[in-house]
């Protein structure tokens, strides 16, 4: 097997990264591992976690960041962690932490998007690229924009790291450190076939805000069709400002239309001056529609289905799942389902502030990367595999 | 833009101005919401583009949009190009196969799933399955078993499939790790490989077998051919001197050598040339060198242009052999032309030798041939002047008993006279000085005359002699001839008693088939003329006969049969007798034996053979072979066989002047003696001197005779040959004076001697002269003056 799956619920840290280093080793007895990423739960004592990793992993490079909830081999999880391996023969990842996200314009992308290039080498085979990025900083759509401007047509995903709902400090590990305000961007190169994607269950309803006051740089909406944000969206939900929750954000998502697609627009919070802080930018003059929901697990089950054929047996998922998704499951109580659907299709990942698809910062997806083990139905036909 | 506004109802019903206030109030702060909504939209419209974080999600959102849309597109071109890629495939004549990185065949055309006899099913199993259809593929082949494993990446192996399909599987390793396999039919391919490689196969065994060594080297001196010759002799494994350079089979000396020859073909001139070497067994040999350039021709325009020669052929023959032979037929032709010459010598030397010995054996020869001549000569002369004077005698005398005396002398005298022709002749033949002279004629005359001659002799001895008459001609010597049937016929009077027979005649053919015509009396004689080119004539008696050891000895000289019939014949003879005589005159010539040897050495002088058949006391047949000729017809052969029969009158010649040459006096006594019975005048002279002295003015005879061998060498033709000059001139000053006849006698009888007296138109009569002869000859010749 190229990719090694193991999680720890032990609160230790030390004990933790025992757990997950033994366990990954041991799998990897015949491959060794050439990198790790890891998702840990923003409740761990990052400092010593980071130390415990750095020293049970030595000389392995070891990515990750913090999560709104992890999901593992059990599905949706809390208070732990999850960690990958990936086997040396069959991946080659390069990575590069950038701290000056407010800095990241499209010369210092391409600087990046060369270096990561370089250091991935010459495996043979295809490359994406994955991006954990600091879930508060809101600086995803300028880094993520300039990002794909380097990127050209390599694939794309990621995640926006989270903290367990406290909307204080998100954090990402490089090199034996957790750091905010900054972004990890990694270069997989695989032998395996893969396939990026993204899925939402959502669909457009007939009620429509537009947004009339804004703070762009802190995502606040003040006004909504020139009323209070708060007021106007619950006004729309016919529910008082004090009844908004995450839960209802989760439910009752807005979303912008940007050509054909609606693109979700997740409220955050609720601030005392009626107020709404949003999980995204927000502009004056945004038409929000007021979207409803579908089936989450059933478009899952669905994209993911439909990925398979192309990939063979999948052997790993990773899933940037948003936080408000972990929500909407928790509310409908189909997190059994949940946990079925993502051990068939061998998901791990972790709950986000934001998705990250092909340089669009998303909200309320399910989005990641799917890896195959490549044993397709053959058939006879030229049409090749991946996407 | 439809909005879900909270709008109040516009029910305006309510009269009251409070109510209306309240409405106008609702209304104006819904229009500053809708300005500010309105206002809020144009802001968003105008601001699109600027570098908000929204405007960056925005911009993202649409490029994101855009790329989708681009995919699709592509996607749908790509689905459409991988489709012609498909059709172009499975239209491929090639089989072709795709495998992926772990082995699993991803794709196929219909040519690779026919050609491997695979089914789409069987090669679509999803497991890593690109060994096993290997094998399959490879037992499809027929190729050997390991072959799989044989076929790394970027290779190729060909193999026959059973019908008769020559394909090639190739595998090709993609940078993708994934891995190609193409099945080609290479059948003709394969069948003009094959062709080529066998021509290439016989170029090789042609030139590996010819006796020469061949290689060739390009422009750099380095082997790119050399044929089994030329690996042999430099002791080179087979082949491996292609690529290497020359350096490689001479070593820097000889190449010092050869340097010079290999400017010259480099620069385009061909070159021959000899030179040693060593071959690999270390012996030296002379190899005569060929060096032909390579001229790459190539055509600029019109011109055809040498370049610089690409190489040059090399043809080597090993000429030692050649070279020594040569040398060995030079020394061969040398002592040849040496031999040739002492050979020469030794031959000139013989012939030298034999020269001289021939010389020796004419001298001898003439010696012995001038001893018999003179011995005859000298014997026969008293004989011949004793038996002129005996005949003389004989005429002078008329006592019937001096007569009686004179017959027994003239009897004895003959009897003498033939036993010294007898010994004359043997010694002739001994000596090997016997002349033959072939001439035509009849045999019947001859026959006649031989039988008349011994008719008395068989009258005495009481014996019947008789002659079968035949009128064929036979060419032989008449005189050898007649001695050998003399011989014959007085044998065989002698030998048979008195009453006996003898009979001659002649028959056609051989002897041999005559004697069987003997002993088949009955058989009519004619039976054989086809044969009768060949006369046998033959002499049977009645005798005594001969007995059968004894017919081999006979005819050897001084051999004689004695026998009780002898004495009884010998007694005989003397009663018969009237004279009483010591020696009987036959017994003169038995007493020697020597008949019938001269008969066999004249028969084989003559080519005649001669045969004998004989039975004791029944008699014997003597036969004579000889050829027959046609009859010619001839006055004078008739003549000459007249002459001896013809006895002419006594004095026939009164008044006859003649004169006598010789310089025997006791010849020239008896001769005058004789010619003067005849009535003839005779001056006679034993030499030229004396005869002029003689006849004085006598200008000329009626007759000359002269004796061939005169005193002092003088010759009786020079004698004649000078008086005929006399007689010339007196036949021109008197009239009545004419050329005498001239008559040469001579002891010697040879050829050359009568051609010059008939060139001279002399005559001739031999020594010893017979009176009847004599006197016949001259009734010719004085008969023709008395005639003028």
């Known amino acids: 097997m190229p990719v090694f799956r193991s999680s720890t619920n032990l609160r230790d840290p030390q004990l933790a990264a025992a757990e997950l280093t033994s366990s990954l080793l041991a799998q990897a007895a015949a491959e060794p591992i050439g990198f790790v990423l890891f998702f840990c739960a923003a409740d761990y004592a990052l400092p010593e976690l980071a130390d415990a990793l750095k020293n049970s992993f030595a000389e392995v490079q070891v990515v990750g960041c913090t999560t709104a909830g992890e999901i593992s081999q059990v599905g949706y999880a809390d208070h732990s962690i999850v960690a990958l391996g990936f086997a040396r023969g069959h991946f080659q990842v390069a990575s590069i932490c950038v701290t000056d996200l407010a800095q990241f314009d499209l010369i210092k992308a391409q600087q990046v998007v060369e270096q990561l290039k370089r250091q991935a080498g010459a495996v043979s085979g295809q490359t994406f690229v994955m991006t954990l990025l600091d879930g508060l900083s809101a600086q995803e759509e300028l880094v993520l924009l300039a990002l794909e401007s380097a990127l050209g047509a390599i694939p794309h995903f990621g995640g926006s790291a989270g903290d367990n709902h406290q909307l204080r400090r998100t954090h990402l590990y490089f090199q034996g450190q957790f750091y905010t305000q900054a972004a990890v961007m990694l270069m997989f190169q695989t032998t395996l076939p893969f396939a990026v994607f993204s899925t939402q269950h959502l669909t457009a309803g007939t009620d429509k805000l537009v947004v009339t006051s804004a703070s762009p740089q802190s995502r606040v909406v003040h006004e909504l069709n020139a009323e209070p944000a708060a007021l106007a969206y619950a006004d729309l939900l016919g529910l008082s400002v004090a009844e908004l929750d995450a839960t209802v954000f989760a439910l009752n998502p807005l979303a912008v239309r940007i050509g054909q697609e609606y693109y979700i627009r997740s409220i955050q919070k609720v601030n005392a001056d009626l107020s709404l802080t949003f999980y995204c930018a927000m502009a004056n003059g945004m038409v929000l529609t007021a979207m409803q929901p579908g089936d989450m697990l059933a478009d899952l089950a669905n994209k993911l289905n439909q990925l398979t054929p192309a990939l063979g047996l999948p052997l790993l998922t990773i899933g940037c799942d948003c936080v408000l998704r972990k929500i909407e499951v928790a509310k409908l109580a189909l997190a059994e389902p949940a946990a079925e659907l993502f051990q068939k299709f061998k998901v791990l990942g972790f709950n986000t502030y934001g998705e990250h698809f092909n340089g669009v910062h998303l909200n309320q997806t399910f989005t990641g990367v799917m890896l195959g083990d490549g044993n397709l139905l053959a058939k006879p036909s030229v049409t090749g595999h991946g996407n | 833009m439809a909005t879900n506004l909270n709008l109040p109802s516009s029910n305006v019903q309510a009269a009251d101005a409070s109510a209306l206030a309240q409405e106008l109030e609702l209304l104006r702060a819904q229009n500053a919401k809708l300005k500010k909504i309105n206002q809020a939209l144009i802001e968003r419209v105008e601001a699109a583009g600027s570098a908000s974080p929204y405007a960056a999600f925005q911009h993202a959102a649409t490029l994101s949009e855009q790329v989708r849309e681009r995919t699709a597109l592509q996607q749908q071109a790509l689905a459409q190009k991988s ?563 013809e006895l002419l009158l006594l004095k026939p010649f009164a008044g006859t002047h003649i004169w006598v040459v010789d310089n025997d006096l006791a010849i020239i006594t008896a001769m005058q003696a004789l010619l003067t019975q005849w009535g003839c005048s005779v001056i006679s002279a034993q030499s030229e001197r004396e005869l002029l002295s003689l006849i004085k003015d006598d200008p000329s005879p009626d007759l000359l005779i002269v004796d061939q061998q005169l005193a002092d060498g003088e010759t009786g033709t020079e004698l004649a040959k000078a008086l005929s000059n006399r007689f010339t001139n007196a036949a021109a000053k008197h009239a009545n004076v004419r050329i005498p006849p001239v008559l040469v006698i001579s002891a010697e009888n040879s050829a050359d001697l009568r051609a010059e007296l008939a060139s001279l138109r002399f005559h001739f009569l031999p020594k010893p002269v017979a009176p009847v002869k004599l006197k016949a000859l001259m009734m010719n010749l004085l008969g023709q003056v008395s005639a003028k």
Request: charged fraction near 20%; hydrophobic fraction near 45%.
């Open chain 2, 83 to 645: 489709l012609l890629l498909q059709h172009t495939v499975d239209n491929l004549a090639q089989g072709v196969a795709l495998a992926d990185p772990s082995g699993v065949f991803q794709l196929w055309n219909q040519q690779f799933s026919q050609l491997t006899s695979l089914s789409d099913e069987q090669l679509a199993q999803p497991i890593f399955a690109e060994q096993l259809l290997l094998q399959s593929v490879i037992a499809s082949l027929c190729l050997p078993a390991g072959t799989a494993q044989d076929l790394v990446a970027n290779s190729a192996v060909t193999g026959a499939v059973v019908d008769g399909k020559v394909l090639t599987l190739a595998r090709y390793q993609l940078s993708d790790g994934s891995t190609l396999f193409t099945l080609t039919d290479v059948s003709e391919q394969h069948s003009y490989t094959e062709t080529l490689r066998a021509s290439e196969r016989w170029i090789r065994t042609i030139t590996d077998h010819i006796p020469a060594m061949i290689a060739y080297l390009d422009a750099d001196l380095c082997f790119r051919f050399t044929n089994q010759g030329y690996d042999d002799f430099y002791g080179v494994e087979r082949g491996a001197l292609l690529g290497m350079p020359i350096s490689a089979v001479h070593q820097a000396s000889a190449l010092v050598q050869l340097q010079p020859h290999f400017q010259k073909v480099l620069a385009g001139q061909s070159t021959v040339f000899e030179i040693d070497e060593n071959n690999s067994a270390g012996e030296t040999r002379c190899l005569l060198k060929s060096y032909v350039p390579n001229l790459a021709s190539h055509f600029v325009g019109d011109l055809k242009q040498d370049t610089q020669p690409l190489g040059f052929f090399v043809l080597i023959r090993d000429i030692t052999e050649r070279k020594q032979s040569s040398a060995a037929l030079q020394q061969a032709n040398l002592m040849l032309e040496q031999r040739v010459l002492e050979r020469t010598q030794a031959l000139s030397e013989v012939n030298q030798q034999l020269l001289q010995a021939k010389k020796i054996a004419e001298q001898a020869n003439q010696s012995k041939s001038q001893f018999l001549a003179a011995i005859s000569h000298d014997l026969l002369q008293p004989l011949n002047a004793a038996r002129l004077f005996n005949a003389t005698l004989a005429e002078q005398t008329s006592n019937a008993k001096s007569l009686q005396l004179v017959d027994s002398t003239a009897r004895s005298l003959e009897n003498v006279a033939q036993l010294l022709a007898t010994l004359v002749d043997m010694s002739r033949l001994e000596a090997g000085v016997q002349q033959v002279e072939l001439s035509k004629f009849s045999l019947g005359r001859l026959l006649q005359d031989l039988v008349a001659e011994a008719q008395p002799q068989a009258h005495q001895a009481k014996v019947t002699l008789r002659l079968v008459s035949t009128k064929l001609w036979v060419q032989s010597d008449v005189t050898l001839l007649s001695r050998i049937l003399r011989n014959l016929l007085s044998n065989a009077i002698r030998y048979t008693p008195a009453g006996g027979k003898i009979l001659v005649g002649v028959r056609r053919g051989r002897a041999s088939q005559a004697e069987s015509l003997i002993r088949a009396t009955s058989r009519p004689s004619s039976a054989l003329g086809s044969q009768a080119s060949w006369l046998s004539v033959q002499v049977l008696d009645t005798g005594v006969g001969i007995a059968e050891d004894d017919q081999a000895i006979i005819f050897q000289e001084f051999k004689r049969l004695v026998r009780p019939t002898l004495q009884k014949q010998l007694e005989k003879r003397q009663a018969n007798s009237e004279v009483t005589s010591k020696l009987p005159s036959d017994l003169a010539n038995d007493g020697l034996g020597l008949g019938l040897a001269i008969v066999k050495k004249t028969a084989a002088l003559l080519g005649h053979a001669v045969h004998v058949r004989s039975q004791l006391a029944r008699g014997s047949v003597f036969s004579v072979e000889l050829p027959q000729v046609h009859q010619i017809a001839s006055v004078a052969a008739d003549k000459a066989a007249q002459l001896s029969t």
